[in-house]
Nanobody
Framework: VQLVESGGGLVQAGGSLRLSCAVS????????MAWYRQAPGKQRELVAS???????NYADSVKGRFTISRGNVRNTVYLQMNSLKPEDTAVYYC??????WGQGTQVTVSS
């Protein structure tokens, strides 16, 4: 089972980015998929999660700005990030119960 994250980059405050995560090699649909992030000097934190059926959960700091969604291709998930703030700067990781941590994708928001 392999997990690949993409979509990070450098953006100005107020801008948007869309992160993508694709899990390949699993013959089953993964029920729970989530995005975490880790800023320098801080612990990794849950940003958003989604389970089959579309139930979502968000960290208070991103509610109303970020949207997690499942892709049409099985075992893909996206994180649409709008109104980005400098404090959103971090390495973002996709995580599922059947995958280990990937390399993540860097998001940098300049003020």
């Amino acid at each position: 089972v392999q997990l690949v994250e993409s979509g990070g980059g450098l953006v100005q405050a107020g801008g948007s980015l869309r992160l993508s995560c694709a899990v390949s090699g699993s013959i089953f649909s993964i029920n729970f998929m989530a995005w975490y992030r880790q800023a320098p000097g801080k612990q990794r934190e849950l940003v958003a999660s989604i389970i089959s059926g579309g139930i979502t959960n968000y960290a208070d700091s991103v509610k109303g700005r970020f949207t997690i969604s499942r892709g049409n291709v099985r075992n893909t998930v996206y994180l649409q990030m709008n109104s980005l703030k400098p404090e959103d700067t971090a390495v973002y990781y996709c995580k599922t119960p059947v995958t280990t941590w990937g390399q993540g994708t860097q998001v940098t928001v300049s003020s």
